[in-house]
């Protein structure tokens, strides 16, 4: 899955199936936004009010089809502090702390250390359940990959308080960036995504 070579000190990826049949939809690695993560890991070492992971985000905006029917994807957005996915359509709490999360047996964040290694893993995993999200259609067999809820891009976001009083994700930093074949969400299936942060010190 990571590359035990690769000399960056953040890397990602997801891992997207269905939750009853175990059918891998995607499996990839992702973006990160190093300057927002960077500002997210020192406000949350130096015990600031924000900064740790809050909420998943996820997208239909990363995809356009022509009218031949080829799909273009477009890059991950992961530069600079104002990065967003490219068309937001939901997002779920994914920290299992937080009064904001609704089912933190199902949404939740572990990190995992190894002894010996120069590494963690912080393990984000989320789970759309039948009823999510709201109006969303009752089989997976929709054509129009522009649909609200058929998904080709998500990341993780910082938590920010504003965004908490508001019950929004729209201010938290958005720390990664994903892009992937439209998966769609509906009514008859469950979707778990498990996404998996990786920093090394050396």
Not at 66 to 77: A, E, Q, R, V
């Amino acid at each position: 899955m990571f590359d035990e070579c690769n000399k960056n000190w953040l890397q990602g990826h997801v891992l997207i199936k269905d939750k009853d049949t175990n059918e891998v939809l995607v499996n990839k690695m992702n973006a990160i936004n190093y300057k927002n993560f960077s500002i997210s890991l020192a406000q949350t070492v130096a015990n600031r009010p924000s900064g740790w992971i809050q909420n998943m985000v996820f997208g239909n905006g990363a995809a356009t089809v022509s009218g031949t029917g080829t799909i273009t994807y477009l890059p991950p957005n992961v530069l600079g502090t104002s990065a967003e996915l490219y068309n937001e359509t939901y997002y779920q709490c994914v920290n299992d702390l937080s009064p904001l999360n609704p089912d933190p047996s199902n949404n939740y964040i572990k990190v995992s250390h190894i002894s010996g290694v120069t590494y963690s893993d912080v393990i984000v995993t989320c789970t759309l359940g039948l009823g999510q999200p709201s109006g969303q259609e009752a089989f997976d067999n929709t054509t129009n990959i522009s649909g609200t809820y058929v998904f080709n891009e998500l990341g993780l976001k910082a938590y920010n308080s504003t965004d908490a009083a508001n019950n929004t994700d729209k201010n938290g930093l958005l720390l990664s960036h994903v892009v992937f074949s439209p998966v769609q969400k509906s009514l008859n299936r469950q979707i778990e995504v498990v996404y998996t942060i990786r920093i090394q010190t050396v």
